[in-house]
């Protein structure tokens, strides 16, 4: 399949976030990061723009009962980057997770400056 964006991880909170997940939670999250590489129009059950944030989403991953977020945003229009993830045991995003994801964020707009 042909990638129509581009994805990369700002530092190593995602893989460090990925290496404590089980075989596979990784597969089923790589599954995720690829179709929102190769997808034209991203589904919202994968990719969903968190409200009063600026441009902030969350990559979903869904495996049974159990759900994972990635947070990630774009840059340049095509480039998808990967900050923290975690996972999700209530109903609302933890407002400390979103904090975090916000301060990475705005590092990662400072240092390509």
Same mark, same amino acid.
Do not use: H
């Given at each position: ?15 460090? =976030? ?7 939670? /990784? ?33 979903? !991953? /869904?495996?049974?009962?159990? !759900?994972?977020?990635?947070?990630? =945003? =774009? ?15 209530? /109903? ?22």
């Amino acid at each position: 399949m042909e990638k129509i964006r581009e994805i990369i991880a700002y530092k190593n909170y995602f893989e460090d =976030f990925l290496r404590k997940q089980p075989k596979k939670v /990784q597969d089923k999250i790589f599954k995720i990061l690829e179709a929102i590489e190769t997808l034209e129009r991203i589904p919202t059950t994968y990719l969903k723009l968190i409200a009063e944030t600026d441009g902030l989403y969350e990559a979903r !991953i /869904q495996l049974g009962s159990d !759900i994972w977020r990635v947070f990630c =945003f =774009f840059d340049k229009g095509k480039l998808v980057i990967l900050l923290n993830g975690f996972q999700k045991k209530s /109903q609302k995003t933890p407002k400390g997770e979103i904090e975090k994801a916000k301060k990475l964020m705005k590092a990662y707009y400072e240092s390509t400056k």
